[in-house]
């Protein structure tokens, strides 16, 4: 197959696109990378057709995304939004070329709400949800739930996610959350004293999950602020859960973080960009660019 796989970028922020190049190479494919800024537009007739770094999209088998839809991402800003939500959308217009993934899964992976939204339509247990818009929103979640977590449906590693407890000592903070954001995203807290975990699918295979636990006084879950974290095995319900999910999300490669709690799993969210691949070495991450391909391959003809 000739497939061409939309990378983040070309620079070190991208460790995981050149990698996909290189196992399509080793499973006799013809790869080709290329970045949103590569795709454009040309006549053909009267239609017009896509092309990606100078070949037209309609002579590719197959194409795998790992699209920078962010841009320059920083806070609320997102540099090039409009511009490259469009080349993706065009992209996965094309008639008859699969896209592993198009527009629509990574939109709706990026959005908060839409996770939730697609998420509890399917059956699977997601935190109640709802807009917050005012402080006296957010303070309805806080007086219905006790403790909200508030935080912006397009948002990267875990900023500007706050817990409230105490609305009048955090209402500066909330104010100013609202003011970036315009419409927060406000969802019942659940405890991460027994931590949460991180759940890699690939396809039809999950080689690289962890368990993160919260570093002491702290409630957050994040490597980048000392929590701690190990390999584990999942149970089989956990992985039947995260493939439902990854399922219902449309997605072919996805990080999920889901919570143990005392009713059962709770998944915080599914992430289009899974990360972690390098955490345990080459071969759990050659497992799972494998794995993207095992899918490819299965569903691409």
């Known amino acids: 197959m000739k497939v061409g796989v939309l990378a983040w970028d070309y620079g070190a922020e991208d460790p995981d696109s050149p990698g996909l190049a290189e196992m399509g190479r080793e499973r006799g494919h013809d790869t080709r990378l290329f970045t949103l800024d590569e795709i454009t537009y040309a006549p053909a007739g009267q239609h017009v057709e896509v092309r990606l770094a100078g070949d037209p999209a309609p002579s590719f088998d ?13 806070g609320s800003r997102t540099d090039g939004w409009p511009d490259r939500l469009e080349r993706l959308t065009m992209l996965s217009n094309v008639p008859g070329l699969p896209v592993f993934d198009p527009v629509d899964a990574w939109f709706a992976g990026y959005s908060k709400f839409l996770n939730a939204q697609r998420l509890a339509a399917a059956g699977l247990p997601v935190p109640l949800t709802r807009s917050a818009t005012t402080l006296t929103d957010v303070a309805t979640a806080v007086e219905e739930w006790g403790v909200a977590i508030v935080k912006p449906s397009f948002g990267l590693r875990g900023i500007d996610v706050e817990r409230i407890t105490d609305l009048p000592a955090q209402s500066d903070r909330v104010r100013e959350l609202l003011a970036a954001y315009g419409t927060l995203v406000c969802q019942t807290y659940h405890p991460t004293e027994y931590g949460e975990y991180r759940i890699t ?3 039809e ?32 319900d956990l992985l039947e859960l995260a493939f439902r ?3 219902a999300m449309g997605l ?42 095992e899918w490819v391959e299965k569903h691409a003809g």
């Open 252 to 293: 072919t490669l996805a990080g999920l973080d889901i919570l143990p709690t005392r009713d059962g799993y709770v998944i915080l969210e599914v992430n289009p960009i899974a990360g972690f691949l390098d955490i345990f070495g080459p071969e759990p991450r050659r497992q799972a660019l494998a794995g993207v391909y």
């Open 245 to 247: 999910a990854t399922r």
């Open 201 to 203: 699918v690939a396809g």
């Open 205 to 236: 295979v999950a080689p690289i999950n962890i368990l993160k636990l919260p570093p002491a006084g702290s409630w957050r879950c994040k490597t980048l602020e000392g929590a701690s974290f190990e390999r584990f095995d999942p149970p089989a």
């Open 62 to 74: 197959a194409i795998i995304s790992r699209a920078n839809l962010y841009g320059d991402w920083r």
